[in-house]
T-cell receptor, first 115, second 114 residues
């Protein structure tokens, strides 16, 4: 498994519930990103990790959204009190460290549906 | 981030060349031009990037205008597998910029006819 892996691939949840989305980056990639993509739109930046710390979380829409990366590898995006407007595809990407112009590798995404 | 403008959609026939345009009239000297594409139900994938000179790789070619205010992604022989949304993105490499971030627009939806 050389690519970025995201689980689950699909998640249906009820409004008000809590969800966790998982991302396994490519081994050795210290930079990790979360994006959100609504239907018909391009991906929208949410948060960027360099190692274990969130270097930029300016894209998180509100305090219901939180992401962690405790050991600098796997990351979890957490959404509390889900709303129907949170329905989207959540994409994770990883790359070598910031500062070098290298490609970002994306996972296939988790499609979240809030009913 | 500097803005890019792309046509909403384009159509091509299989095995013919495709030229996907991108305008970026406000590009700065430290902006690299990146192209990503997104196949149906997949995450985006890197295609190519360049700064000033034209670039070629196994997937495509990137032609950059002399004034850098526009660029063109060239697929030399389109296949059905090239049907995707193509995104043109500017990425600032200067130290003060958030060059880790990719700012996607809506891209160009390429349809390839058999």
């Amino acid at each position: 498994g050389a690519g970025v892996s995201q689980t689950p691939s699909n998640k249906v949840t009820e409004k008000g519930k809590y969800v966790e989305l998982r991302c396994d980056p490519i081994s050795g990639h210290t930079a990790l990103y979360w994006y959100r993509q609504s239907l018909g739109q391009g991906p929208e930046f949410l948060i960027y990790f360099q190692g274990t710390g969130a270097a930029d979380d300016s894209g998180l829409p509100n305090d219901r959204f939180f992401a962690v990366r405790p050991e600098g590898s796997v990351s979890t995006l957490k959404i509390q009190r889900t709303e129907r407007g949170d329905s989207a595809v959540y994409l994770c990407a990883s790359s070598v460290p910031q500062g070098s112009i290298t490609e970002a590798f994306f996972g296939q995404g988790t499609r979240l549906t809030v009913v | 981030d500097a803005k890019t403008t792309q046509p909403n959609s384009m159509e091509s026939n299989e095995e013919e060349p495709v030229h996907l345009p991108c305008n970026h009239s406000t590009i700065s000297g430290t902006d690299y031009i990146h192209w990503y594409r997104q196949l149906p139900s997949q995450g985006p994938e890197y295609v190519i990037h360049g700064l000033t000179s034209n670039v070629n790789n196994r997937m495509a070619s990137l032609a950059i205008a002399e004034d850098r205010k526009s660029s063109t992604l060239i697929l030399h022989r389109a296949t059905l597998r090239d049907a995707a949304v193509y995104y043109c993105i500017l990425r600032d490499v200067s130290g003060g910029g958030s060059n880790y971030k990719l700012t996607f627009g809506k891209g160009t939806l390429l349809t390839v006819n058999p």
